[in-house]
């Protein structure tokens, strides 16, 4: 069994930590859903097209990487596994991208950031149906990322409605 240091002498360790945000001695999930949102600043230039297709290609990665970290630590879904955050916080951030230019919506920057952090932060704590389901039956890397990658997908639907509620809560 390797520790979360020695984990860091191979790529799989380096991808499956989230570049190293998975070490935090704290939260490492939260720690990992901040790395995320770094990434995403330098992926958003680049429209949602770009930021899905990392979320695919860093899921399929994060499946490997996370398997390798659990056969590693013989530990099933170990915390410094965070690249599952990754896929979650982008898949949270596809409306903010694609629905949110169409309505017109534009809210500031920072609100963005703050509001898929804490949806997503809710849903991956809260894990509704089938995310629980999926924390409980599946495992490995797949599980690992499985999870995450729909409470990605409630937290994603709770962005849709923000300009809505926005909307409401000017006009109210």
Request: proline residues 8%; contains cysteine; negative net charge.
């Given at each position: 069994m390797r520790g979360k240091r020695e984990l860091m002498r191979h790529p799989w360790g380096w991808i499956a930590?989230?570049?190293?945000?998975?070490?935090?001695?704290?939260?490492?999930?939260?720690?990992?859903?901040a790395a995320a949102l770094l990434?995403?600043?330098?992926?958003?230039?680049?429209?949602?097209?770009?930021?899905?297709?990392?979320?695919?290609?860093?899921?399929?990665?994060?499946?490997?990487?996370?398997?390798w970290v659990i056969r590693e630590m013989g530990i099933e879904d170990p915390g410094v596994v965070?690249?599952?955050?990754?896929v979650g916080?982008?898949?949270?951030?596809?409306?903010?991208?694609?629905?949110?230019?169409?309505?017109?919506?534009?809210?500031?920057?920072?609100?963005?950031?703050?509001?898929?952090?804490?949806a997503f932060r809710l849903t991956d704590i809260l894990k509704p149906w089938p995310a629980s389901w999926a924390d409980r039956?599946?495992?490995?890397?797949?599980?690992a990322m499985a999870d995450d990658a729909i409470a990605g997908v409630y937290s994603g639907l709770m962005l849709c409605a923000l300009?809505?509620?926005?909307?409401?809560?000017?006009?109210?």
């Open positions: 930590s989230g570049l190293g945000s998975g070490l935090s001695p704290f939260a490492p999930g939260t720690a990992g859903t990434v995403y600043l330098a992926l958003r230039p680049f429209g949602w097209v770009v930021l899905f297709a990392a979320a695919l290609i860093v899921f399929g990665l994060g499946v490997r990487a996370a398997d965070v690249v599952d955050e990754w916080t982008w898949i949270t951030l596809l409306p903010a991208l694609t629905l949110w230019p169409q309505l017109g919506y534009a809210p500031p920057l920072w609100l963005e950031l703050l509001a898929a952090f804490l039956e599946l495992h490995g890397g797949f599980g300009p809505w509620l926005m909307q409401c809560c000017r006009s109210g």
